[in-house]
Structures are given as C-alpha cells and as structure tokens.
C-alpha cells in the first residue's frame, strides 16, 4: 500500500466502492486494487449498507487499511458514493463496483482523466467468462429508447471489443458506473449521484451533467476490468423508473418529454407482449 491511507496529505485516487452483502467479492476486488494501482497514490473507501452477511468484520480484520463506513440501512449506490465522495482526499474518483477484479494497471487511465478537457474515463468491461461487455453509451433520444440496445455505443470497436487501436481513446456520451473515474473538482460542480435513481441510469445522468461543462467522457479500451454482476429481465422496472428520471429531468420541451416517454413505453409493451408470447409457446410443446 502506498503511503498512509490515513495520511492528512491529498491523495491522488480515491476509490469508492458501496457495498452490500458482497463479501464474497471483497477479496478479489481488493487484491486487484493493490496489484493495478502500484505508483499511485489511493485511497479505498467502502460505503457498507447495512450488509447482512460477514463483509463489515471481514474488511475490519483482513483490509485494516480501508476507510469502512458503516451504515444502519441500505440507502442504495448513488447516496452511498455521495457520503463516501464526501470522505474523500483526492483530486480523482474512481466509482469501482464491489463485484469487480482489475485486471490492468490503472496509471494510464489516470494520464487520461489528469487532461483539462476530459471529465470522465472508462475502461473495457469484461464479464465472468472474460467475454466482452459494453459498457459504454450513447444519451438517450426517441429511437434509442424505442429500442434500448442502441444506447450502447457500437462504433470504433465497442460493439464487438476488437479496437484498430487499443491505446487510442474513444469519445462516448456516457460510462457505465461500475468503473467510472472522475476529477472530484466535477464531482462537486455537479454534485455527485442524483440520488432520486434508485438503481441504473444515475451513471448516464452523471455524465449528462457533465457534459453540460463541456468536459468529455472518454473510454479507453487497453485497460479491462471483470465485472460479475449485470442487467436482467427481473430489474426491467428499475431501469423504466430510471430511464423515466432522466427523461422529466433533461427533455424540456413538452412535446420532446412525451416522444420520448411514449417511445420507452413502446419499448417495454412490445418486450412484454414477446415475453407472453415466447411463454405460451412452450406451454403448447
């Protein structure tokens, strides 16, 4: 570990993780940091909220080092990032996900976000199988939302992970929040997570706000992450509730807000009807 992680001097990196029941992840997850942050001079910072298995007493005996917020309810990840946020002593943040393993050394990611003109930085996403994940989008609009697919981002090599050039970075309206670093001068311009997002889309809202600052939102492909978790059919009314935030908070013009409403229920009715439709299928084989 590099320096004091109590040390009153400015950090260069603080790394927020929230947690909740992911002891099982912790250890990897730590591991990676420790191996892909060497040069650089961290921090760690784990927001629990009010895990239920052994993650609060396995931090405090195994990682002494980690500043560990303990808190007596889960309050979900954007307010658990802002109270870590608040903690922290370093010009960049980096959102990491408990459920996550680096698997590159992070220091040209920082030469990255360290340029005036850029405010946000991902990484390649990779999932448990090692196979590519994307990870990076494009802002919504009317036809993205009738058809969500397409807020992934699929130029340049995104769509398949296969880059002309991996040390060559890609403009991109939005990062996924499982690997997110950021100057923590934006941060606070901007004032962290929307915390009306319980799950999904704060990512997108983040990089909205900072997008209006003019600072670009940049993803690097020859850094790589593994990330465990992900998007399932049985969170699709977290991601509408979500993608319906964004829509009231940045489309203005009435008639713009309902396009765009009634393009992201179109999206869900005809996923449900195929849904329906696929289960009476097998029902009759």
Not at 75 to 89: L, M, R
Request: charged share 25%; aromatic share 12%; glycine share 8%.
């Amino acid at each position: 570990m590099n320096g004091s992680i109590f040390s009153m001097h400015n950090k260069e990196l603080s790394i927020l993780i929230v947690n909740y029941n992911g002891q099982r992840y912790l250890g990897d997850c730590l591991a990676s940091i420790e191996r892909c942050c060497i040069g650089i001079d961290y921090e760690i910072i784990v927001f629990d909220n009010a895990s239920e298995d052994n993650s609060v007493d396995y931090i405090k005996e195994n990682h002494p080092y980690v500043k560990l917020i303990e808190n007596d309810k889960n309050i979900g990840f954007s307010k658990g990032n802002n109270i870590a946020a608040k903690h922290s002593s370093a010009r960049y943040i980096l959102l990491l996900n408990n459920d996550t393993i680096l698997q590159s050394d992070i220091c040209p990611v920082i030469k990255i976000i360290e340029q005036d003109d850029t405010g946000v930085v991902g990484i390649k996403m990779l999932g448990r199988h090692f196979e590519y994940r994307k990870s990076a989008g494009n802002f919504p609009h009317p036809i993205r939302l009738f058809k969500l697919s397409l807020l992934y981002n699929t130029k340049d090599g995104l769509r398949d992970g296969y880059f002309v050039d991996d040390n060559k970075p890609i403009v991109v309206d939005w990062i996924e929040g499982s690997f997110l670093l950021t100057k923590k001068s934006i941060w606070e311009k901007v004032g962290g997570l929307d915390e009306s997002y319980f799950m999904y889309v704060e990512d997108i809202d983040y990089c909205k706000r900072v997008a209006f600052l003019n600072k670009k939102r940049v993803y690097y492909p020859n850094c790589q992450y593994v990330h465990f978790g992900g998007y399932d059919s049985g969170r699709d009314d977290l991601l509408k509730n979500g993608l319906k935030k964004y829509i009231h908070k940045f489309k203005k013009n009435k008639v713009a807000k309902v396009v765009n409403l009634v393009s992201l229920e179109l999206n869900f009715y005809f996923k449900y009807v195929k849904a329906g439709y696929t289960k009476k299928t097998k029902e009759f084989r």
